[in-house]
């Protein structure tokens, strides 16, 4: 049975960094995309960063460009969001999602398992 559990959340000051770890298990080869979303309370869940782990593509929200980056491990079948310049516009449940296929898309209906979030929370 394949299993997402994130790591790494916690509590920042604006303009801290912070780094999200998300480790798969059970996901039977390599050709899914991993993504990450987020959602605010309130809000509708966002698509941040996507990566298709066969050829390590990546993709980030134009929303986070130039302060998130995502990047995969394979050796500890680990995919990572690296934050940072943080704002509080940034806090929100984070969640780690695996699509099957070679195109990460934005919709998280598309996404067939989910991690069970892990709280960001920046003050100002």
């Known amino acids: 049975q394949a299993q997402l559990v994130e790591s790494g959340g916690g509590s920042v000051q604006a303009g801290e960094p912070l780094k999200l770890s998300c480790v798969a298990s059970g996901i039977p080869d390599n050709r899914f995309c991993m993504g990450w979303f987020r959602q605010a309370p309130g809000k509708e869940r966002e698509w941040v960063a996507g990566?298709?782990?066969?050829?390590?593509?990546?993709n980030i929200a134009d929303s986070v460009k130039g302060r998130f980056t995502i990047s995969q491990d394979n050796a500890k079948n680990t995919v990572s969001l690296q934050m940072r310049s943080l704002t509080p516009e940034d806090t929100g449940i984070y969640y780690c999602?695996?699509?099957?296929?070679?195109?990460?898309?934005?919709?998280?209906?598309?996404?067939?398992?989910w991690g069970q979030g892990t709280q960001v929370t920046v003050s100002s």
């Open positions: 999602a695996a699509a099957r296929g070679g195109y990460c898309s934005e919709s998280p209906t598309e996404y067939a398992i």
């Open positions: 990566i298709y782990t066969e050829l390590s593509r990546t």
